[in-house]
């Protein structure tokens, strides 16, 4: 993060800060009507005259193009920097990425509060650009306000039978905020008709009438067969079902063909695993030599006991508690010995879990459910949670002294932007419900059919049985 010296020279040498400012302001918020228009008159591509959400802005000249034509412009112009102007990121041609820096994200946050004051959003949808006056090009531009009357991705779905699992996992999915962008731009591409793309932008047509997910649940019955058949499944299971099939599709469609690591989770570039993917580390020490043993492992999700301690007998009552269960060190006792290369000779171990990496999106799944002798038990205890979660406390660095690591301010912390719950006693009968966070500060509660408005206090209380949360501040690379 903060590492491009180009845009620190921008900055400090050119009122950077101020171009950003004015920028952002007229062409990502675009509070005023007079900014709206401006944003109407301007923003399509001067080379091809598309338009959407696709469209950047030269910081140097004012000069409005696609991605593939800004890319052309800052290299023949020898331009370094362009803000895309939907969610006002910045790109530097000289590095071939988008970059970060923290003052320009405060200006960012410091624009969107004066835009909320007002308390409402346009949405501009630009019809393709027409050869006529600008005059009449502006009275041709419908425009439409996304206020608390406004309900543009909020869509009930349709249960096919004992299929809520299924209606949960999927209104988290669709609305995790970097997964959606990501189907909604042109950096995801198929030969045929994308079935995955198409439910991502059926939830954002402004339709009100409940969606039919049976194409998708077709979908995951063929890549999961086990999951095939209209008995109650088990939301958990159903969501890692998902990622493994979205995984599959997206490793796919980067080249057109599987990949090589298509079937495996790590050091694959899909956007599932750049959004999912974290990687867990596990310590296992000696306690004769205290030689380390150590492996590192991707993970999707964290599955957290919800089970008396071994020690005390103690609850967890918080999420916190159960991360630092999860992530502290183990006496693996006499009856499980592991082979010391050192000593080469098996002996008594400690064995121990940090977060290496996190993700973007932490989905947490509490373990209610248990199995003892063929007989299911439901935990119902109540696990308090966060809505900001700072995860830095459970970090390999954290919990080793001798992994350097310099911990930027954002870095671990988390915004909670899903919660499922599940109302029951067993695991194959009960009914699932997810909380869902819509633009940023309202929540909304859905039960298959039916959506309702719901606040964070409410949200907070309920029964979580998986728990999503989105990185705060993101890392662009």
Not at 272 to 288: A, E
Not at 409 to 423: G, S
Request: charged share 20%; aromatic share 10%; hydrophobic share 35%.
């Amino acid at each position: 993060m903060n590492g491009c010296s180009h845009l620190q020279h921008f900055i400090q040498e050119e009122e950077g800060l101020k171009t950003y400012e004015l920028l952002h302001g007229v062409f990502v918020i675009s509070g005023s009507d007079e900014r709206r228009q401006a944003k109407v008159l301007n923003a399509f591509c001067h080379v091809c005259d598309k338009t959407g959400i696709f469209l950047h802005v030269c910081m140097h000249c004012t000069f409005f193009a696609c991605s593939q034509h800004i890319r052309e412009h800052t290299k023949t112009r020898k331009h370094s920097f362009a803000m895309d102007i939907t969610y006002g990121q910045v790109h530097c041609s000289q590095c071939g990425d988008y970059v970060y820096e923290e003052q320009l994200d405060n200006i960012a946050r410091s624009n969107a509060l004066l835009g909320d004051d007002v308390k409402k959003s346009v949405l501009e949808l630009v019809w393709p650009r027409l050869h006529v006056e600008d005059k009449d090009w502006c009275n041709k531009t419908e425009k439409m306000v996304i206020d608390r009357t406004t309900h543009i991705g909020l869509r009930g779905l349709l249960n096919l039978g004992s299929t809520c699992f299924m209606n949960c996992v999927v209104q988290a999915l669709t609305h995790t905020p970097v997964l959606r962008d990501y189907f909604f731009t042109e950096h995801h591409q198929c030969g045929t008709k994308c079935l995955i793309t198409s439910l991502f932008r059926d939830f954002y047509t402004g339709e009100k009438t409940p969606l039919v997910l049976n194409e998708f649940l077709h979908l995951i019955w063929t890549q999961a067969r086990h999951l095939a058949g209209y008995e109650q499944q088990d939301a958990h299971e159903f969501f890692i079902a998902t990622l493994d099939v979205l995984h599959r599709h997206c490793s796919i469609t980067l080249s057109g063909q599987p990949s090589a690591s298509a079937n495996k989770v790590y050091r694959c570039s899909c956007i599932i695993d750049q959004v999912f993917t974290g990687s867990l580390q596990s310590d296992v020490v000696c306690q004769k030599c205290h030689g380390v043993s150590t492996t590192i492992d991707p993970m999707w999700d964290y599955s957290l006991d919800l089970t008396p301690c071994a020690t005390d007998g103690s609850l967890p009552t918080s999420l916190e508690d159960c991360l630092e269960r999860f992530t502290g060190a183990e006496i693996l006792g006499s009856n499980c010995k592991i082979f010391c290369e050192n000593c080469q000779s098996y002996q008594e171990s400690t064995k121990q879990f940090t977060m290496r990496t996190l993700p973007v999106v932490l989905c947490f799944h509490l373990k209610r459910f248990q199995h003892l002798n063929d007989l299911e038990k439901k935990v119902s205890t109540r696990i308090r949670f966060p809505e900001i979660l700072d995860m830095t406390p459970f970090m390999t660095n954290q919990k080793n002294d001798n992994v350097l690591h310099v911990q930027l301010p954002y870095d671990n912390k988390y915004i909670l932007y899903a919660v499922i719950n599940h109302v029951g006693t067993s695991i194959n009968a009960g009914h699932y419900i997810s909380h869902i966070r819509y633009q940023d500060r309202y929540w909304y509660k859905c039960d298959d059919l039916v959506v309702s408005e719901a606040g964070i206090e409410e949200v907070l209380q309920t029964e979580a049985y998986l728990l999503f949360y989105h990185k705060y501040c993101l890392e662009y690379r």
